[in-house]
């Protein structure tokens, strides 16, 4: 199974590249932070109605053929950001690019289908954990120095055309076929389709699917996966403005800060495999309530900090407390789920993240106006107090 490693490893190189140089090669365009914010919004908003409906669409038709889709979108919006000579052809790029974003759900609704037993899927995701850290640094670090050479954004881009396009070599070769048959009476009305008609049908039967679904049963973990999620989401929109303004860490220094918090989670999946038979001893739901408790600690650590170090010590220990939460959530979503209902479920469950990323930034400005960095920093731990609550009632 290393080609499914690798698939991982290659989805999280690609967003690494990214992170580094978009914002930089839209503002040598002449984007300022409002063009910026406007094609980030625009591009989680597509984020946010997407993921489910591919989700869903996979539970109907299969995953393979969509994931190659997905990988090809992505391709073709990194390439037209490579070649893009104004401002406007890289705000359609990136949108294209936003629709090959659903690559993750699909590769983890993928290792739901092919691993059977619930403990077979959580090994993978703990092994898997260590490659996916290792790649997001190598794709942080190959970003920052492409970006420092002649075209380096440019070069860029077609690195991370390349790298997707590796993994949908890889997905069609490796990836079993799971292509679902259409019925005969539903083949026969869409050959009188034309192909957008067919493809608005396939979104409007998604779309349906989803809420006919049962999500009761998933409540109380998408609660706690909500909640992380924004707590860590105020953390990390005003981290690098703590550091500059407070205490004056910018430029490399500043980069330097997030390859830390890489090798955080290198070490934390690394010692997530390492004490496996200590966790298999403890409930998730014990682990999720305890490791809220330790993230609160950090939080108040870093609201009272008095210098760099002892509030990058604290923000070390929350990302490496975090890793492991992550994994335990992404284990616990994907053994829960059925193979009829995988792909809505965790498609719904990956949305939660560009959920959190579009509110925290409109919920920061208005905290930090009114109490400052710092008190909003300790604002984070209400979200985690409630999923530690809701987490011990389910131990009880």
Excluded at 30 to 55: E, H, R, V, Y
Excluded at 339 to 363: C, Q, S, T, Y
């Amino acid at each position: 199974m290393i080609w499914l490693y690798t698939l991982f490893a290659l989805e999280v190189l690609n967003i690494a590249v990214f992170l580094p140089v978009f914002g930089a090669f839209a503002r040598s365009l002449g984007a300022t932070p409002s063009t910026l914010s406007f094609i980030d919004s625009s591009c989680a908003l597509i984020t946010l109605l997407w993921n489910p409906i591919i989700g869903s669409l996979s539970d109907q038709i299969g995953r393979k053929g969509l994931l190659i889709k997905c990988l090809a979108a992505s391709v073709t919006g990194s390439i037209i950001m490579a070649a893009s000579p104004s401002l406007l052809v890289v705000f359609v790029g990136r949108l294209i690019g936003a629709l090959g974003g659903s690559v993750g759900i699909l590769l983890r609704s993928i290792v739901g289908d092919i691993f059977e037993s619930p403990d077979d899927k959580k090994t993978f995701f703990s092994q898997s954990a260590p490659f996916i850290s290792v790649a997001f640094l190598v794709g942080a670090l190959s970003g920052g120095f492409l970006s420092e050479a002649q075209h380096g954004y440019r070069l860029s881009f077609l690195l991370m055309a390349s790298v997707m396009g590796t993994a949908a070599i890889l997905a069609q070769c490796f990836i079993p076929d799971d292509t679902k048959t259409i019925p005969e009476k539903s083949s026969k009305n869409k050959k009188n389709e034309s192909l957008l008609k067919s493809g608005l049908n396939e979104l409007k039967t998604a779309s349906a699917d989803i809420k006919s679904l049962s999500w009761s049963r998933y409540k109380t973990i998408f609660i706690i996966k909500a909640s992380y999620d924004f707590a860590t989401s105020l953390i990390m929109t005003n981290v690098g403005l703590i550091l500059l303004n407070e205490y004056e860490i910018q430029g490399r220094y500043l980069g330097y800060t997030f390859l830390l918090i890489s090798v955080i989670s290198i070490i934390a999946n690394i010692l997530q495999l390492r004490l496996k038979s200590m966790f298999d001893n403890i409930s998730d739901y014990e682990i999720l309530m305890k490791g809220g408790l330790v993230i609160i600690v950090s939080f108040i650590g870093m609201s009272i900090a008095s210098s760099v170090f002892v509030f990058l010590f604290f923000l070390a220990g929350m990302f490496l407390i975090k890793a492991f939460v992550d994994t335990i959530l992404v284990q616990m979503i994907t053994t829960k789920t059925e193979e009829n209902d995988r792909g809505k479920v965790i498609g719904a469950f990956e949305n939660l993240v560009p959920l959190a990323g579009f509110f925290a930034p409109l919920v920061c400005g208005l905290l930090t106006a009114i109490c400052g960095h710092r008190l909003l920093i300790l604002s984070a731990s209400l979200p985690l107090m409630y999923s530690i609550i809701i987490a011990k009632n389910k131990i009880e």
